[in-house]
């Protein structure tokens, strides 16, 4: 069984920045795509960033790009997400997930919710003066 715990959630000015981080449990981290997702308020789901396995790869949404950083650490079972220059849209619940399948990554794929199966509980984050 996979748990994923994200961590580093908060309170932030607009401009500000935050660091997120996701811990997971298992063996087999490194063969996995990551992935942050985030759900406003009222509002769907939507993908943020993903990381292929060997963390060569990424992809962000256009929403975020040039402001997120997603890295890993495979040696440590960890997947990061460094937000800068954080506006008020941003404020979300944010969730890491795991693809489901091993050493995959599509960019058509990797943006969709339902190529990730195991999901952590989220960590709010808030944009606010």
């Known amino acids: 069984q996979v748990q994923l715990v ?4 908060g309170s932030v000015q607009p401009g500000g920045s935050l660091r997120l ?3 997971a449990s298992g063996r087999t981290f490194s063969s996995y795509t990551m992935g942050w997702f985030r759900q406003a ?3 769907e789901r939507e993908f ?10 990424t992809y962000y ?7 997120f950083t997603i890295s890993r650490d495979n040696a440590k079972n960890t997947v990061d997400l460094q937000m800068n220059s954080l506006k008020p849209e941003d404020t979300a619940v944010y969730y890491c997930a795991r693809s489901a399948l091993p050493n995959a990554f599509t960019y058509a794929a ?3 919710s339902d190529s ?3 999901w952590g509980q989220g960590t709010q984050v808030t944009v606010s003066s």
């Open 6 to 9: 994200e961590s580093g959630g």
């Open 21 to 23: 981080s996701c811990a």
């Open 41 to 43: 308020p009222g509002k």
């Open 48 to 57: 943020v960033a993903t990381i292929s396995w060997g963390g060569v790869s």
């Open 61 to 67: 949404a256009d929403s975020v790009k040039a402001r």
């Open 110 to 112: 990797v943006i969709r």
């Open 116 to 118: 990730y199966d195991y």
